[in-house]
């Protein structure tokens, strides 16, 4: 199977935590993992289309911005037309990440809006059930709809336990997915 491709945009840390978390799963489930970020921000290589084209599956996070996604991504889906137009991601699972400083400050909204360009990419979204336990322990991030991380006001990149256990389950259930449809 090909790569997964992990691709976030992330200013301060908390986003990568999350990027690195999932990556880190899909790695232990033994499956290559391109782990890329949106703008060149030094720590991990900028993406390029082909990977996007390429890979088995993404999981895409930015940070929350208005209790949306971060700009740099949204002009990173607004010159990925020509993917589009030959329909070259429909059926590649994806799930999505985010970071908020504020537990209610539209985490969960940024998450669904993340959403979005996949969905019209024909991409199969994979979220977080409800039998993964720390979904109903967590008192900082984690939705069904994906992954998430409370920073606080002074940005703090260290995720919780429960977000981690979040981050590894949604991992798990994106290279399950993959490979089944890959078979
Ligand atoms: C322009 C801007 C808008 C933001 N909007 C929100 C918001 O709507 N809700 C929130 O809780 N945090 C908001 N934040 C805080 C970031 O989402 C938060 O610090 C996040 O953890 C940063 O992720 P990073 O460390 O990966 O850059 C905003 C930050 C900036 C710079």
């Known amino acids: 199977m090909a790569p997964i491709l992990v691709l976030y945009h992330s200013r301060s840390g908390s986003v990568q935590a999350l990027a690195e978390e999932i990556a880190d799963s899909i790695e232990a489930q033994g499956s290559d993992v391109w782990l ?12 390029n289309k082909q ?22 991504a949204k002009s990173f889906w607004e010159q990925s ?16 990440f985010t970071s908020s400083s504020s537990m209610h400050g539209g985490n969960e909204t940024t998450l669904l809006h993340l959403s979005i360009p996949l969905l019209h990419h024909g991409m199969l979204l994979v979220g977080v059930p409800y039998d993964v336990p720390a979904l109903n322990a967590t008192t900082t991030g984690g939705a069904p709809y994906g992954a998430s991380h409370v920073s606080g006001l002074d940005n703090n990149s260290q995720l919780s336990n429960d977000e981690k256990q979040i ?17």
């Open 81 to 96: 037309s020509d993917i589009w137009l030959k329909g070259q991601l429909i059926d590649k699972p994806a799930c999505v």
């Open 51 to 72: 990977e996007l084209i390429d890979c088995a599956a993404l999981a895409f996070g930015t940070p929350t911005r208005f209790g949306m996604m971060a700009f740099q």
């Open 36 to 47: 890329r970020c949106i703008c060149d921000d030094g720590a991990h290589p900028q993406v």
């Open 167 to 183: 981050c590894q389950a949604l991992g798990r259930r994106l290279v399950n997915l993959a490979r089944k449809l890959n078979d």
